[in-house]
């Protein structure tokens, strides 16, 4: 267990310290992008498409101009001027900024209006005279690849049918002679639908152009404001937005998630209509903007597991249709198509393995964000979980046993996986063993055989997971070639006080507070001392920004180890007050001292105050460091979650009773905000396995555009969660830790999943895709009942 | 557009002013008076980050005419920590971590005064049904809960001191 090396007051690694940051939030001073109000300001609103998939016929604007403060109506023609009616994805695709002549999905932009404010604008909106030619939109992924299927992105050159790329990963041939060598083999084509972010606070920018200093200053909601910065400088350079002339701030950010990583059309439109018109112009989301308009996960995945009569799995295929909408603008590194897909071998030993992945285009909106998981991790993990499930009811094995006899072992590390991750710590079976005994396993065994014996439907469901956090190592990671790294720069005032910072953004996350942390550790300044900053590109050092659960692999590591380039300056400025070699002194937390002599000391404060003011000669002054950190490899965090549930026969009513989540994520910073991130992470993964999802009808509507419909889980529907850890430090980490805030999105839903069809098992259903809802499971019990 | 004066109390302070007719409260309190720390999240009354108090009792102002709030008494965020002195689910937030990006946190916290006024002594259960019109995306809603607790037992505790 990692014990505490610093006081409650100094509030190292391991003190559940409270945040930093809160109280501006308790006291509503919070600064959020709608927050900001610039003189002169105008006001966006976009119009937007009625259909999934029409022509445009015309678009008068007249009306919409004859308002009394209405400005401007900008559309894909105008921008078509400045070649910036188009723009790149992030994957090298391309997506319309406004159209010119076809709008692709329903909600697409297809104007804006300026006005003096928000009512004018929406009044404008509405009253832009849109005239459209609607055609048949392709909504099933698998009818786009048929081959009467139109085409749907003539635009792009030597584009024959709606298939984006394929992409693999392991050995075809042996994973197939495997397959079909084996014992018993099981099957499933698993649908992981489309669904949401939704964070509380939706998209948005003010952005501000002065055309005397020929500077654009913008706040945007953005999870990797160094990124957007260069990326807007590749795209817009040749109007004069080049690098230096822009500036990102990314103020306190109402969740993100992964949605507040793309560039979407609003922000570019905002940010022409500022150059050309001279004032600052502000665009916000409303609520169905944001639901309609990016989407997550939409894995169509068919997953075949092999093993011996008696359980050990020796083979698994998945290969997978990835409904990308009409662009792929989803969010992974460049060199990983489909991001950390291939984890999907999961947390077992066995020698082959084979993924494949075709993605497509359909007439719906674009996306493919990864949803708080490590680029597809999610998908991932729910094709191993509930194959892994369905090989233990088929074979007749208690499913933790067979995870037992199947995981990979703690002595095997680092562990090269079949699909070619080095795994580098951990040790499954104490965490799953944790979980068990935590929940009561063996009782719940007992009680399910007894409810079954009377009728009633109780279901157990374990998941146990293997992330993949961090990116990245620059070797493999980056995203339009800018390498993945994160950075961290700690300047240390005379009186020893301190700021810091950070390429990173936190939406929620502590960083203010764990951040500091870190840095109390390495320094012995308390952590009150530290004032941390993020977010602003003129400001901070370049990073890549918080996503992917990468903020303390990357930017913690970062932090360290400028930390410990610190140390090292301060030990020759010690050594030099204190009048003897440097390689006389030592160090332990806050405080240089004379080996064998410990009375002879200089606190950090005194050696960072001789920094300024008595430093030995021909050293350069100030106590300040920076450090750029490139890992070598990525974390791998792992969980064990039990899940128990009973359902309810004549309705379907699922009632999750316990629910009890273990994770390992090496050495912990904070256990408050560890667990904080935990209890929020299951929420946002009991949401897409009992609740949510996207629903498209044929022609591409979507039926549940607003939180009316979208069932976001509330306080009832979220269970009391269950919580605890095991540690297995990261071998290759300054601090030895992992990252977790995405673990628990990721491990819920198969645990969740396979709890509610272990509950159904003895009615003959093996499997149901995700969100499994009570009509879902009373139509299930319905046709079960059928059948019989 | 008609337009209409209005009068009210926001925070204790007596604010007036010309108002279009369909001028949304939480609009008003955020641009008008540059409060800002009443949030939008849904437009549809769904997910209350925009809950303040009118004449005490919770309302969620994002579907609610700022002419209908004439003559009414208004508390927001902005307005609950007396003499610079946290309210007690201010506190009992920042003590149980019952808030990450806080972007619902003042929602939720003015929800929860109404809701300790109403019932000032609640089970989990009433809580989590208590605070169901105010979603929070990040918490898991564990620690809200926890909050809630923590500041009806201090509350409590005052309300018996005083007596």
């Known amino acids: ?788 | 557009m008609a337009k209409h004066n209005i009068t009210m109390t926001i925070n204790g302070e007596s604010v007036s002013a010309e108002v279009d007719s369909r001028l949304l409260l939480v609009h008003f309190i955020r641009e008008n008076l540059d409060m800002t720390g009443t949030h939008i999240g849904c437009d549809t009354s769904s997910c209350g980050a925009c809950t303040i108090l009118i004449d005490g009792k919770s309302v969620k102002s994002c579907t609610y005419l700022a002419v209908r709030a004439d003559g009414a008494n208004i508390t927001t965020i902005e307005g609950i920590a007396a003499d610079g002195t946290n309210h007690p689910l201010q506190k009992a937030f920042h003590d149980q971590h019952g808030l990450h990006c806080g972007f619902c946190t003042p929602g939720m916290i003015m929800r929860s005064i109404d809701l300790l006024e109403t019932n000032p002594n609640p089970t989990e259960e009433e809580i989590r049904w208590g605070i169901s019109g105010n979603l929070c995306r990040c918490t898991g809603y564990n620690n809200i809960v926890k909050s809630v607790q923590q500041a009806a037992e201090e509350m409590s505790k005052e309300k018996e001191a005083t007596v």
């Open chain 1, 1 to 788: 267990m990692f014990s505490c090396k610093t006081s409650p007051e100094v509030g190292g690694m391991g003190h559940s310290v409270k945040r930093k940051e809160d109280a501006r939030f308790l006291h509503g001073k919070g600064k959020y992008t709608d927050d900001v109000k610039l003189p002169g300001m105008l006001s966006m609103v976009m119009v937007r498409s009625p259909y999934a998939y029409a022509k445009i016929k015309s678009i008068d604007k007249e009306k919409a101009l004859a308002i009394p403060g209405v400005l401007a109506v900008i559309t894909g023609e105008d921008l078509a001027q400045y070649n910036l009616h188009w723009m790149p994805t992030l994957l090298s695709d391309s997506q319309m900024v406004l159209p010119t002549d076809t709008v692709m999905h329903q909600s697409q932009e297809v104007c804006a209006v300026i006005a003096t404010d928000r009512y004018i604008a929406v009044d404008g909106a509405e009253a832009v005279d849109v005239q459209y030619e609607p055609m048949k939109a392709i909504v099933n992924p698998y009818k786009a690849l048929e081959e009467d299927a139109p085409l749907l992105r003539p635009d792009k050159e030597g584009q024959k049918d709606n298939h984006i790329y394929h992409w693999e990963r392991g050995e075809r041939e042996k994973t197939d002679a495997a397959i079909a060598a084996a014992d018993v083999v099981v099957k499933e084509r698993i649908h992981l639908p489309r669904i949401h972010v939704a964070s509380i606070e939706t998209c948005g920018i003010v952005a501000s152009y002065d055309k005397d200093t020929e500077k654009m200053l913008i706040y945007l909601t953005s999870q990797a404001p160094h990124a957007i910065r260069t990326i807007l400088a590749l795209v817009a350079g040749h109007v004069g937005l080049s690098e230096e002339k822009i500036r990102i701030i990314a103020p306190d950010i109402g969740g993100g998630f992964g949605g507040k990583v793309p560039v979407y059309p609003g922000y570019v439109v905002a940010i022409a209509a500022s150059f050309l018109i001279g004032k600052p112009v502000k665009w916000i989301e409303d609520r169905s903007e944001n639901l309609i308009n990016g989407f997550a996960r939409d894995y169509h995945m068919d997953c075949e597991l092999a093993a011996t009569k008696d359980g050990k799995i020796q083979a698994f295929k998945v290969s997978t249709l990835a409904d990308h909408g009409y662009t792929d603008s989803s969010a992974n590194p460049s060199k990983y198509p489909t991001g950390m897909f291939s984890i999907c071998t999961g947390s077992y030993d066995y020698e082959h393995a084979f993924a494949e992945l075709d993605a497509v285009y359909t007439n719906k909106a674009p996306g493919g964000v990864a949803y708080r998981c490590s680029f597809r991790v999610t998908e991932a993990v729910h094709a191993i979980e509930r194959m892994v499930d369905k090989l233990a009811a088929e074979i007749g094995k208690d499913p933790a046993q067979l995870r037992f006899e199947n995981f990979i072992k703690k002595e095997q590390f680092p562990y090269a996986s079949p699909l070619g991750w080095s795994y580098d710590s951990g040790d499954y079976k104490a965490t799953l063993e944790k979980a068990m005994e935590m929940i009561g396993y063996d009782d719940y065994k007992k009680e399910q055989a007894e409810k079954r014996a009377q009728g009633k439907l109780m279901g157990i469901g374990i998941c146990t997971f293997t992330e993949v956090v961090g990116a990245g190592p620059s070797k493999d990671f980056d995203i339009l070639g800018i390498a993945m790294f994160d950075s961290a720069e700690i300047r240390v005032h005379p009186t020893g006080k301190a700021l810091a910072r950070f390429g990173t953004k936190s939406q929620g996350q502590g960083h203010e507070t764990t951040y500091a942390q870190i840095l109390a550790e390495e320094l012995g300044i308390p952590y009150t001392d530290i004032e941390i900053d993020e977010g602003d590109t003129d400001t901070a050092p370049y990073g890549l920004g918080t996503y992917a659960s990468r903020s303390t692999p990357t930017a913690g590591a970062a932090a360290a180890i400028a930390a410990r380039k610190l140390k090292d300056k301060g030990k020759k400025i010690a050594a030099h007050l204190l009048e003897v070699s440097e390689d006389d002194i030592e160090w332990e937390v806050g405080k240089y001292f004379v080996k064998g002599a410990p009375e002879k000391s200089k606190t950090i404060q005194e050696v960072a105050f001789a920094a300024y003011t008595n430093i030995p000669p021909g050293m350069e002054p100030g106590f300040e460091a920076t450090h750029y950190y490139d890992p070598p490899n990525l974390t791998f965090p792992n969980g064990a979650y039990i899940c128990v549930v009973e359902v309810e026969e004549e309705t379907g009513a699922i009632d999750v009773k316990r629910f009890v989540a273990i994770d390992d994520c090496g050495n912990i910073i904070n256990p408050m905000i560890v667990e904080g991130q935990v209890h929020g992470g299951l929420t946002q993964g009991i949401a897409p396995a009992m609740y949510e999802g996207i629903v498209y009808d044929d022609e591409g509507n979507v039926l549940n555009g607003t939180l009316m419909d979208y069932l976001v889980p509330t306080a009832v529907e979220s269970p009391h969660w269950e919580t605890g850890h095991t540690i297995t430090p990261s071998p290759h980490h300054p601090l030895g830790a992992k990252g977790v805030a995405e673990s628990p999105t990721v491990g819920a839903p198969p645990a969740i999943a396979n709890a509610i069809i272990d509950a159904l098992y003895p009615l003959g259903i093996k499997h149901l895709d995700i969100p499994i809802t009570p009509d879902k499971v009373w139509e299930a019990i319905q046709e079960s009942k059928a059948k019989a």
